[in-house]
């Protein structure tokens, strides 16, 4: 199947063959009506008009058509325009030059737009047969050049249908280094959703049951604490959920809301009554404040936490701050996840910003920010 560089040429093909012949037409008609000694004007000038209006009837269909009826009908016509010579005068006149000129651009350009059996054949047979006329007509008994100069049409023919092959080749490697580059565009697109998925659902897992699992190897809550049966259901369920068709929008309160009831932590929460964002955008930033808080009620020390929302559906700033015994951002190791990947890189996936600001001593303050059109 033919690609779009190739299918590009086939029809300014068409489209420059018939500018060519309507480009040369003037010209070769004037060189012929000059040419003709009073005499044999008037029959020349029928001719010459026969030809102007079967070229832009079939310059016409070069840009309207298809298929090779019309240049079957073209070579008809170039060979009946020769056969004028027998009653124009024009072997006798020397006045074969506009019909040399007419038949050999058609040879040429009729090689922009067909196959090379059928451009081939209509050169051989249009100049050929102009120059059976020609000498029919006695053209060699006047001047032998009146029929050798006809037969350069079929060389220049044939030097047009190479260049229009190497300019085809040229199209068809265009189309092979698209259809590549598109094939491999396509692979990194894939890889790059596959490794995107794949690092949400660490995401995912890391914010919920493996930090619930954690909590419990490490002691750092008894097995059978009261509310420890009721996160690892949400937990579940929030795995089941990412798994499912998503809505097209959220509330962003909502789902902090949510989150908040899952912390354990006392929170001061201030928030406008509903924040309506694309669910993605919505989904990612309450995720990372779920994490920020998740850190609060692990790393702390303290129980409390103040969460705030200012902002609307085209810019917003979301603060989580504390004030327990804080610590060094600096020094916080590559290998762990909550900061860089659940936080920042959920936010940076959007468009968004995250901003940690602490000391030891002196708190945390977690700064969530995004703007419309950033993502």
């Keep these: 199947m033919a690609g779009e560089a190739a299918r590009l040429l086939v029809r300014f093909g ?13 010209p070769i008609c004037a060189i012929a009506l000059f040419r003709a000694p009073p005499e044999h004007l008037a029959p020349t000038a029928a001719v010459v008009a ?24 073209d070579v008809a016509v ?19 030059g506009w019909l040399r000129l007419l038949i050999t651009f058609a040879c040429v350009t009729c090689q922009w737009h067909t196959s090379p059996p059928v451009g081939g054949t209509a050169a051989v047979v249009a100049g050929g047969g102009a120059m059976a006329f020609y000498t029919a007509a006695g053209a060699l008994d006047v001047d032998a050049t009146l029929v050798t100069g006809q037969m350069w049409a079929v060389p220049a023919a044939a030097l047009s249908r190479a260049a229009w092959v190497l300019v085809h080749h040229a199209a068809e490697k265009a189309d ?10 396509g692979e990194s697109l ?72 899952a912390t354990h932590l006392t ?28 850190n609060v009620r692990r790393h702390a020390g303290t129980t409390r936490a103040a969460v705030r929302l200012s902002g609307d559906t085209r810019a917003l700033r979301l603060d989580i701050a504390d004030q327990g015994k804080g610590f060094s951002p600096a020094d916080v190791p590559d290998t762990r996840r909550g900061l860089r990947e659940s936080v920042r890189g959920r936010m940076s996936r959007v468009g968004g910003t995250a901003t940690i600001t602490s000391a030891e001593g002196e708190g945390t303050l977690v700064r969530l920010e995004w703007r ?3 993502e």
């Excluded at 897992?205 to 509310?227: C, E, P, Y």
């Excluded at 929030?238 to 998503?246: H, K, T, Y």
């Excluded at 924040?275 to 990372?288: C, G, K, S």
């Design 267 to 294: 929170v001061e929460f201030d928030a406008p009554a509903r924040l309506v964002l694309p669910f993605e955008i919505a989904r990612v930033i309450a995720d990372a404040a779920g994490e920020a808080l998740t």
């Design 372 to 374: 419309a059109g950033d």
């Design 78 to 96: 170039l060979l009946g325009l020769a056969a004028s010579v027998f009653w124009t005068g024009a072997i006798e006149d020397r006045n074969t």
């Design 176 to 185: 092979r280094m698209a259809a590549e580059a598109a094939r491999v565009r």
């Design 50 to 73: 026969v030809a102007a209006v079967w070229t832009c009837g079939y310059a016409w269909w070069l840009r309207a058509g298809r298929g090779t009826a019309p240049v079957a009908l």
């Design 14 to 26: 068409r489209r420059y063959a018939a500018a060519v012949r309507l480009a040369t037409l003037a």
């Design 190 to 261: 894939v890889a790059t959703a596959v490794r995107t998925e794949e690092r949400e659902l660490a995401n995912s897992l890391h914010d919920t049951a493996a930090t619930t699992l954690l909590m419990v190897g490490t002691g750092q809550v008894r097995s059978d604490a009261d509310w420890l049966a009721p996160q690892a259901r949400r937990d579940l369920d929030r795995l089941r959920s990412d798994s499912g068709r998503a809505p097209r929008r959220a509330d962003l309160v909502d789902l902090l809301r949510a989150d908040l009831d």
